[in-house]
């Protein structure tokens, strides 16, 4: 069956430093991937899409990756901020699928 | 820009009762989603429209949920009869329709969603 995992339910890290969150899927060919951001007792917001045949897109201080050979995605905050602290969720698409699946999602937390 | 509006905010009801969601999308967006979250199940999606036709409802739970787009601008989400085990976070979602019909890959824009406590 598909599997979307994320890595480590919580993340910490200092503000200033990179912020680094895995979404690693199984049993699927997506096509593309969305990032949203969510935050407490809010519904997410899309931040970016990325293309399989796109291996990297910036957005500011944002940066995504896709690797479908390691079926992978790797989303980055540079010089992260207290603001930033979040929960992150990935959603692969496939066409078949005809719609998003969403990861469990990875809260991360910048220290200041 | 309005976003998607979601009411209520906040539900409790007890058990039996019937409950009714309601969502306004982005004016414009064609495609609309009803998603269930809940801790130990994340974020699914139960049901979503194209052009106010339902398009795939097999992520609805039971038939005592049912949904519907009776316009381009609401959407309802009814549970009857309510159960302890429906408690969560329901989300509305809407979107536009890229290349390729009803397969989107356009961003979603979420409502902030309705808690709904059923005791």
């Known amino acids: 069956s598909q599997k979307i995992e994320q890595n480590s339910e919580a993340l910490n890290i200092q503000e200033g430093k990179t912020a680094t969150l895995t979404c690693n899927y199984t049993?699927?060919?997506?096509?593309?991937l969305q990032w949203y951001r969510q935050d407490p007792g809010r519904g997410p917001v899309f931040l970016l899409l990325?293309?399989?045949?796109?291996k990297e897109k910036r957005k500011e201080r944002l940066k995504v990756t896709f690797d479908t050979t390691l079926k992978q995605s790797l989303f980055h905050i540079t010089a992260s901020q207290p603001a930033d602290s979040a929960t992150y969720l990935c959603?692969?698409?496939?066409?078949?699928?005809?719609?998003?699946?969403f990861g469990s999602g990875t809260q991360l937390t910048v220290l200041p | 820009d309005a976003g998607v509006i979601q009411s209520p905010r906040h539900e409790v009801t007890e058990m039996g009762q019937e409950v009714t969601l309601r969502c306004k999308p982005i004016?414009?967006?064609?495609?609309l989603f009803w998603y269930r979250q809940t801790m130990m199940r994340g974020l699914e999606l139960l049901i979503y429209?194209?052009?106010?036709?339902?398009?795939?409802d097999s992520g609805m739970p039971e038939d005592r949920f049912s949904a519907k787009m009776p316009n381009a601008s609401f959407s309802t989400l009814k549970i009857q009869p309510s159960e302890p085990r429906d408690s969560a976070v329901y989300f509305c979602?809407?979107?536009?329709?890229?290349?390729?019909?009803?397969?989107?890959?356009?961003?979603?824009?979420f409502g902030d969603g309705t808690r709904l406590s059923i005791l």
């Open positions: 979602a809407s979107s536009s329709t890229g290349t390729g019909g009803v397969y989107s890959n356009q961003p979603q824009h």
């Open positions: 049993n699927y060919s997506p096509a593309y």
């Open positions: 990325i293309r399989e045949n796109e």
């Open positions: 959603a692969p698409i496939s066409g078949s699928a005809r719609q998003l699946t």
């Open positions: 004016s414009g967006h064609n495609s």
């Open positions: 429209f194209n052009n106010n036709v339902p398009i795939d």
